[in-house]
């Protein structure tokens, strides 16, 4: 189980991921600021990224599961 807890301002996001019973793998969690009121939130498992945008205009927050990717090899 990863979990992760960023705050920007007064926004508080909590992430928590069930990486199965019999796995010991290390998460990664990789937070940045997108727009004024968007926080992007990528979650780093080996080369492979979840990614949720946090956009702070709406009441309460709107998450958006923006899908998967690869990291690149540079």
Request: glycine share 6%.
């Given at each position: 189980m990863?979990?992760?807890?960023?705050?920007?301002?007064?926004l508080k996001v909590e992430v928590e991921v069930e990486l199965g019973n019999h796995q010991k793998r290390s998460l990664f969690v990789r937070c940045f600021r997108v727009k004024e009121k968007e926080v992007r939130i990528d979650l780093i498992d080996g080369a492979l990224v979840w990614c949720i945008t946090v956009d702070e205009s709406h009441t309460?927050?709107?998450?958006?599961?923006?899908g998967t990717h690869y990291l690149q090899n540079r």
């Open positions: 990863a979990f992760a807890a960023v705050i920007f301002g007064v309460p927050p709107a998450l958006d599961m923006a």
